[in-house]
């Protein structure tokens, strides 16, 4: 009977190559008989990628790979043992999708309107996805290592997260961080939950949540963002927490508790370690003043560092467009703000980027030759000179962040 059914999917996609027909797995199982699952099943672990392509959400296309296997063939290579008889998910996939689930309920818990309790639920979601999500990661990359314990348990969240980091090495130390903050809220702090934390909370939730749809890509070649809309927040007739709140006097802070204390203390140390260790990823999403001109603010919110001992520090970056117009404002920079606020990036920041964001990123001739082509644009690149008053010197090239964009639209169409 599978013999009949592989064959039915062979004759349904040699029909839609020679038609050049787009196709839904609904489709395919419809023609071979079987269950919409199974064929997902089928998609992920066989067909994906190497006699199909999604080309957007449920449509999809035949590669033309699929013109070079004879029916026997293609049938050889659908009866390969990599997947069970009866098409039943394995356990990555099983807690993969549940961590998927998870994480979703915690986006919409989040978005809503009203909820008590709102981030002492979200937060408890958010960690139990990362945790279903790391077991999955174990299963499926490293199958021999067991996410049991001895007496049958599964092994704690801490040990499951060190195993898969420890594993992926410092380009996702942050993620660890991260979660290690928001898991100790979740096992330490979560009954002194004061209101006063919304903004660091916040920070710390939407960090992880865009941690875990770069991780899930990266690893399961799933965007979040293909099941909904996450982009749309819910409207309030009053911004739910004001940055200029942590820079006066009269900041909400000093009226924590010592163990709240004690969780922001947490934050400021592990930014610190991460810091020492050369590490530029955050682990929460920061507020930046923005000056576009003197007249107005665009895009603006506040970076502020409260230090131990209640010191603040203020980061106002003005960013200028450098052009040619000789009716433009004349603006005297000097240069060492200019790399302190502007050109910040250097190759090798810009190399790990792409290496964790851009899929199937390689660093060849020919991101080579994008480089030296978004060099031409000095708004993307300035080289600094050991010595400034001699262009002899010793030189280094940096970057402005506005690079990452360029190449991520660069990639997108290539």
Same mark, same amino acid.
């Given at each position: ?6 064959? %039915?999917?062979? $004759?349904?996609? /040699? *029909?839609?190559?020679? +038609?050049?027909?787009?196709?839904? @797995?609904? !489709? =395919?199982?419809? #023609? ?13 672990? %066989?067909?994906? $990628?190497?006699? /199909? *392509?999604?080309?957007? +959400?449920?449509?999809?296309?035949? @590669?033309? !790979? =699929?013109?070079? #296997? ?33 994480? =979703? ?66 380009n996702y130390f942050h993620i660890r961080e991260n979660l290690k903050i928001l898991y100790s809220y979740r096992c330490d702090f979560v009954h002194y939950y004061n209101e006063s934390l919304d903004p660091l909370l916040f920070g710390l939730v939407q960090k ?14 799933f965007k979040l963002e293909s099941l909904a809309d996450f982009s749309i927040l819910p409207i309030g007739f009053k911004r739910p927490f004001s940055p200029i709140d942590y820079l006066t006097n009269q900041s909400s802070i000093e009226n924590l508790n010592d163990e709240l204390k004690h969780f922001l203390l947490m934050i400021i140390d592990k930014t610190k370690e991460l810091n020492i260790s050369d590490i530029q990823e955050t682990i929460l999403v920061p507020y930046s ?126």
């Amino acid at each position: 009977m599978a013999k009949d059914g592989y064959i %039915k999917i062979y $004759d349904f996609l /040699i *029909n839609k190559f020679k +038609k050049k027909e787009g196709f839904t @797995l609904e !489709e =395919i199982a419809h #023609f071979a008989g079987y269950k919409v699952q199974s064929i997902r099943v089928y998609n992920r672990n %066989k067909l994906r $990628d190497k006699f /199909i *392509n999604e080309i957007e +959400k449920n449509n999809y296309k035949v @590669l033309p !790979e =699929i013109d070079s #296997f004879s029916k026997n063939e293609f049938v050889q290579y659908l009866s390969q043992k990599t997947i069970s008889d009866d098409f039943e998910k394995d356990k990555s996939d099983f807690l993969r999708e549940n961590s998927i689930n998870a994480m =979703i309920a915690a986006i919409e818990i989040h978005n809503k309107p009203q909820f008590t309790y709102r981030y002492q639920v979200v937060i408890i979601l958010l960690i139990n996805s990362w945790e279903l999500l790391f077991k999955s990661y174990i299963i499926k990359y490293y199958p021999k290592i067991s996410i049991f314990q001895s007496d049958g348990s599964t092994k704690p969240f801490d040990q499951i997260m060190s195993c898969v980091i420890d594993q992926l090495g410092k380009n996702y130390f942050h993620i660890r961080e991260n979660l290690k903050i928001l898991y100790s809220y979740r096992c330490d702090f979560v009954h002194y939950y004061n209101e006063s934390l919304d903004p660091l909370l916040f920070g710390l939730v939407q960090k992880s949540v865009l941690n875990y749809n770069s991780f899930i890509n990266d690893f399961f070649k799933f965007k979040l963002e293909s099941l909904a809309d996450f982009s749309i927040l819910p409207i309030g007739f009053k911004r739910p927490f004001s940055p200029i709140d942590y820079l006066t006097n009269q900041s909400s802070i000093e009226n924590l508790n010592d163990e709240l204390k004690h969780f922001l203390l947490m934050i400021i140390d592990k930014t610190k370690e991460l810091n020492i260790s050369d590490i530029q990823e955050t682990i929460l999403v920061p507020y930046s003043l923005h000056y576009k001109n003197e007249n107005r603010l665009k895009n603006s919110d506040i970076v502020a560092a409260i230090n131990q001992n209640k010191d603040i520090n203020i980061s106002i970056s003005q960013e200028y467009k450098i052009v040619d117009k000789d009716e433009a404002k004349e603006v005297k920079i000097k240069e060492v703000s200019l790399f302190d606020s502007i050109y910040t990036e250097s190759y090798s920041d810009i190399v790990t980027f792409c290496r964790s964001r851009i899929q199937n990123w390689k660093q060849n001739r020919n991101f080579n030759s994008h480089m030296k082509e978004l060099k031409k644009d000095s708004n993307l690149h300035k080289i600094r000179f050991l010595d400034p008053n001699n262009p002899n010197s010793s030189k280094k090239d940096f970057y402005s962040k506005n690079i990452y964009e360029k190449l991520i639209e660069i990639y997108a169409v290539s």
